[in-house]
């Protein structure tokens, strides 16, 4: 199910372009989930909370104080995996997406066709960066957290807690798993905590510090394994 923001200052224009967008996922037998936002300070107000469940953002070039080209600026920095769409009445901005990476851009109001054609392109570029990402789900949500902001994951019983730099996320599950999927860059540094190494800033004989200024603990049984490893990636002393 892919997860789509609608930002647009016209309301009309939401709703049209939520329908037709519906109208494709049901003949398709697909299904989606839409956040509309009718300004793009609303918009990176309610992502800095929620970053991680969005796959995909249609941004309307013209509206009021920021711009669509503002605020995919502004969603890029936050997220350089996001997948955005520009749709606007004019044809002057067409080159302009190119600077924040834009999946597409649309004319208003976009057709069937194009529309189908920016969804199998969103998908593909998901699929793309799966290598990149991390998945995980809640009872009520599915987060893709790019692995180049994780800062670490650590175990709580149950509880797995993924930690980046602007938010936690905490999900069910086993460390062991998460280690496994996560691949060599993360570094297990104590039964409780698993380490993304470009993260440390650190080390001391007990415990690592991480950008940010965190201490995490390194256990006895992890020392060695951890010394060796950050001296292969250049981190140690």
Request: net charge negative; aromatic share 8%.
């Amino acid at each position: 199910m892919l997860r789509i923001g609608i930002c647009d200052d016209q309301s009309e224009a939401r709703m049209l372009l939520e329908n037709a967008l519906e109208n494709i996922f049901e003949q398709d037998g697909a299904g989606a989930q839409f956040f509309q936002f009718s300004s793009g300070e609303g918009l990176l107000d309610w992502y800095d909370k929620h970053q991680g469940e969005l796959d995909l953002v249609f941004l309307d070039m013209e509206m009021h104080n920021l711009s669509g080209l503002e605020t995919a600026r502004a969603l890029r920095a936050r997220d350089e995996s996001l997948q955005l769409v520009f749709c606007t009445g004019y044809s002057d901005y067409v080159y302009d997406g190119y600077s924040v990476g834009a999946l597409g851009y649309l004319l208003k109001p976009p057709s069937d066709e194009k529309l189908r054609d920016v969804l199998a392109r969103a998908r593909a570029a998901l699929l793309k960066n799966l290598d990149t990402t991390y998945i995980c789900r809640t009872a009520d949500s599915l987060y893709r957290i790019p692995l180049a902001q994780i800062l670490y994951f650590s175990s709580d019983r149950r509880k797995i807690h993924c930690v980046t730099k602007n938010r936690t996320y905490t999900f069910y599950g086993k460390l062991d798993k998460v280690a496994a999927s996560v691949g060599a860059e993360f570094l297990r540094i104590h039964q409780r905590h698993l380490v993304h190494i470009p993260a440390i800033t650190s080390v001391e004989a007990s415990s690592v510090t991480l950008a940010g200024g965190e201490t995490l603990p390194v256990s006895r049984a992890n020392r060695t394994q951890v010394l060796l490893a950050l001296t292969r990636s250049g981190l140690e002393g």
